[in-house]
């Protein structure tokens, strides 16, 4: 079955950059879409980025591009976040998902999910 970890959370100053990694297994590569999204208390959850694992091509929420690259590492099976210039506002669980399908920004539309990792951005 679907498996994804996120790992690399953490606590950084604003300014700051992380890299999150999601190990992905169980998953069709050539047809999946996998995904990063956001959630604070009392919020939805939040689109971040996108990439489809075949082609590339990449998809980024307007309040976090220029900042964040999605990229995927085929030889560890992991999609990545690089997130620079990290700023409070993004402070959140950040989650990775995996949709096949067309590409989407509504988590709904994703059917696998991992654990989620804490990024906490001090001011």
């Known amino acids: 079955q679907v498996q994804l970890v996120e790992a690399g959370g953490g606590l950084v100053q604003a300014g700051g950059s992380l890299r999150l990694t999601c190990a992905a297994s169980?998953?069709?590569?050539?047809?999946?879409?996998m995904g990063w999204f956001r959630q604070t208390p009392g919020k939805e959850r939040e689109f971040v980025a996108a990439?489809?694992?075949?082609?590339?091509?990449?998809y980024y929420a307007d309040s976090v591009k220029g900042r964040v690259t999605i990229s995927r590492d085929n030889a560890k099976n992991t999609v990545n976040l690089q997130m620079d210039s990290l700023k409070p506002e993004d402070t959140a669980i950040y989650y990775c998902?995996?949709?096949?399908?067309?590409?989407?920004?509504?988590?709904?539309?994703?059917?696998?999910w991992g654990q989620g990792t804490q990024v906490t951005v001090s001011s």
């Open positions: 998902a995996a949709r096949y399908g067309p590409s989407s920004l509504r988590p709904t539309d994703y059917n696998y």
């Open positions: 990439m489809f694992w075949t082609i590339g091509r990449a």
């Open positions: 169980g998953v069709t590569f050539s047809t999946v879409l």
